[in-house]
């Protein structure tokens, strides 16, 4: 079993900046895909991004802004978030071969 670990949520300003990360343990599968996903209050959990291999992935919304990238060890992955807008606030998970994170809050004031 894969136990999954987020941090570096926080309260920014509108135009900043945060950078996630999330550590996996356990049962990792360094082949399958590491991503990021979020979810606002009332609405629908929605990818973010992943990362599998070279290859990245972003939801439009995101492009441009986000970058996720994951270390050599395959065990942790990072969103590094800039040109933030309150739209973007959410509960910021991250998943691996099926199992989820606990979250973390991203909250972007204007």
């Known amino acids: 079993q894969v136990h999954l670990v987020e941090s570096g949520g926080g309260l920014v300003q509108a135009g900043g900046s945060l950078r996630l990360s999330c550590t996996a343990s356990?049962?990792?599968?360094?082949?399958?895909?590491m991503g990021w996903y979020r979810q606002a209050p009332g609405k629908q959990r929605e990818l973010v991004a992943i990362?599998?291999?070279?290859?990245?992935n972003y939801a439009e919304f995101v492009k441009g802004r986000f970058t996720i990238s994951r270390n050599n060890a395959g065990n942790t992955v990072y969103l590094q978030m800039n040109s933030l807008k309150p739209e973007d606030t959410a509960v910021y998970y991250c998943?691996?071969?099926?199992?989820w994170g606990q979250g973390t809050q991203v909250t972007v004031s204007s």
């Open positions: 998943r691996h071969s099926g199992t």
């Open positions: 356990g049962s990792i599968i360094r082949a399958n895909a």
């Open positions: 990362i599998t291999g070279d290859f990245t």
